[in-house]
C-alpha cells in the first residue's frame, strides 16, 4: 500500500472513530504537511545520487557489511534487517531530541498542535536529508538485504500512518496492539508539549526499544484527551506558518529536548 493510499485510509477511519477534538483548523495543517511532504522528497533526490533499496543492491554485489560477512541464511538476514533498521531509526530519534543541531530541525514534526494522520508527513527538508544520509550509511555498514530494505520501508510507512493517526481505538485493542507495534495512543504521548513525556516512546514500529532502553510511558499524567500537543513555546497557529516552519532551524536557539529519561518504568 502506498503512502497517498495509506493517508486516505487513515483520514477515513480518522473522521469514523476521532480520539481527540482538532484544536486548529485542518486544511491549512493539511497544506503545511503536504508541502513539507513535497520539499523532503525532493531534496534528498536531488544531493544523494542513490535510493535505498539501489545502495542495499550495490553492497550487497560488493558484499559490503556485517550482514555478508556473517553469511546467514536468508530468512534471517531479512528478519534481522527488519529489526535492525527499525533500531537504527529509534537511535536515531533519540539523536534528533538530544542533540541540538538535530533537533533545530526535527522541532518542525513537533510543532503541530493536533496529531493526525498528516503529521506523519511533516518534517523539514533538512531532517529528511539527514535521517536519509543516516539510514543509507546504517545500510552499507550492515549489509541489509534489499528485499529487507523494502519490507522494512513498507511497513514503515504504514505504522507510521497508524501512531500518527487521530483514531480512537478501544482500550483493549491499544493494550493488545502496543506487544507489537507502536499504537496512535502511545505515540501520541510522544507529541506531548509537556518536554518529560515528549522525551518518552520513541519508537517508529516495534514498541521493544522503548522497553528495553527505558523509554516506555503508558499514559500522559493529564490523560490523553486534556493532553496538550505541540511545544511548549509554539502554542499558538500564528508562529506556525509554513515559511516560519521553515526558518524555525535557523531562529533563535532551542534547547534540545533530550537528557535521560528517568530509568524508572511506567508500568503497562
Known amino acids: 500500500m502506498s503512502l497517498q493510499a495509506g493517508l486516505l485510509v487513515a483520514v477515513a477511519l480518522e473522521s469514523l472513530f476521532p480520539r481527540r477534538p482538532f484544536s486548529t483548523p485542518g486544511l491549512a495543517r493539511w497544506g503545511q504537511n503536504l508541502t513539507l511532504l513535497m520539499l523532503g522528497s525532493l531534496l534528498p533526490r536531488l544531493c544523494i545520487p542513490l535510493g535505498t533499496v539501489s545502495l542495499a543492491l550495490l553492497a550487497r554485489q560488493n558484499h559490503w557489511g556485517l550482514f555478508h560477512l556473517a553469511a546467514l541464511p536468508y530468512p534471517a538476514s531479512l528478519l534481522i534487517g527488519v529489526v535492525a533498521l527499525d533500531g537504527s531509526l529509534y537511535a536515531l530519534h533519540r539523536l534528533f531530541h538530544v542533540i541540538p543541531l538535530l533537533w533545530r530541525f526535527h522541532q518542525v514534526h513537533h510543532s503541530d498542535l493536533d496529531v493526525d494522520c498528516s503529521t506523519t508527513i511533516r518534517h523539514h527538508p533538512g531532517e529528511e536529508l539527514i535521517a536519509q544520509a543516516f539510514l543509507l550509511c546504517v545500510i552499507v555498514a550492515l549489509g541489509v538485504e534489499p528485499s529487507a530494505v523494502s519490507l522494512w520501508l513498507a511497513i514503515q510507512i504504514m505504522v507510521d500512518i497508524l501512531n500518527h ?104
Open 165 to 268: 493517526s487521530n483514531l480512537a481505538l478501544p482500550e483493549p485493542v491499544d493494550r493488545q496492539l502496543r506487544w507489537l507495534l507502536v499504537s496512535p495512543d502511545m505515540h501520541r504521548i510522544h507529541h506531548s508539549a509537556n518536554a518529560t513525556e515528549s522525551n518518552r516512546n520513541f519508537g517508529n514500529v516495534l514498541p521493544w526499544w522503548d522497553h528495553l532502553f527505558s523509554t516506555y510511558l503508558r499514559a500522559p499524567e493529564g490523560g490523553q484527551i486534556q493532553m496538550n500537543l505541540g511545544l511548549a513555546h509554539l502554542q499558538s497557529s500564528a508562529e506556525l506558518s509554513l515559511g516560519k516552519l521553515l526558518l524555525l532551524p535557523f531562529s533563535a536557539p532551542v534547547a534540545a529536548q533530550g537528557g535521560e529519561p528517568s530509568r524508572q518504568r511506567i508500568a503497562g
